[in-house]
């Protein structure tokens, strides 16, 4: 089943402007990951975020994750051509047997128009 | 440094016909292992994965079987391929206590 649901499904904007996606998930995680495909390629792992961590930077991206709301939001500042994509949000759930199974979001589709 | 490769990269099969796709990962020792599905334009789907040689865990009852007959090598078969079957197959790895996953370039399969 969708654990993660990401939020907006498509999202266009000039380049040099910021990007804000958000993900909400449903049970208790051990930590939650943002990964962006490109169209026709694998995923790449972009940041994981903690479930006792609240924010983290990479970059121009800052992650949020509000363990209360079950939410996250990724922030990619001042965006680039390169960016367009597709980005992820996935689950790492807290089963407590051993975490191997991520439940991946449906995605939002990010075009950044030169 | 890691490397995971997977072929081929695009496959066009009749219904009926055996599926054989391959991954390899390079420069690391006893990784997790998954099998992924993705529809166009949807999520990713976990179809089997993997702690150890022989050792396959199925998350969706399927068409398909996967196999791990060495440390770094996954295999994802089928018998007899449905309609339904045609998507586009991830391969992935992790380190042992490591939450990332990281990607092959994928395989797109499309059953006629």
């Known amino acids: 089943s969708q654990q993660g649901e990401e939020d907006p499904q498509a999202l266009s904007i000039q380049e040099g402007e910021n990007a804000t996606m958000n993900c909400s998930y449903k049970?208790?995680?051990?930590?939650l990951q943002w990964y962006r495909q490109n169209s026709g390629r694998g995923l790449v792992h972009l940041i994981l975020i903690r479930s006792n961590e609240r924010e983290k930077h990479s970059g121009r991206l800052r992650v949020t994750l509000d363990t209360s709301k079950k939410s996250s939001s990724l922030l990619i500042t001042a965006s680039r051509a390169a960016d367009t994509a597709s980005y992820f949000c996935?689950?790492?759930?807290?089963?407590?047997?051993?975490?191997?199974?991520?439940?991946f979001g449906k995605g939002t589709k990010l075009s950044v128009i030169p | 440094s890691q490397t995971i490769h997977q072929w081929p990269a695009t496959l066009v099969q009749p219904v009926g016909s055996p599926l054989s796709l391959e991954c390899t990962v390079e420069?690391?020792?006893?990784?997790?292992l998954y099998w992924y599905r993705q529809a166009a334009g949807r999520g990713l789907q976990l179809l089997f994965y993997?702690?150890?040689?022989g050792q396959i865990s199925s998350e969706v009852p399927q068409n398909l079987s996967a196999s791990r007959p060495q440390d770094r090598q996954f295999i994802l078969s089928s018998k007899k391929l449905l309609l339904s079957d045609s998507g586009f197959y991830l391969c992935?790895?992790?380190?042992w206590g490591s939450g990332e996953q990281y990607f092959g370039p994928g395989t797109r399969l499309t059953v006629t």
């Open positions: 993997s702690v150890g040689i």
């Open positions: 996935a689950t790492d759930p807290d089963s407590g047997a051993g975490s191997y199974q991520l439940t």
């Open positions: 420069g690391t020792s006893n990784p997790n």
């Open positions: 992935a790895w992790s380190g």
């Open positions: 049970t208790s995680i051990n930590n």
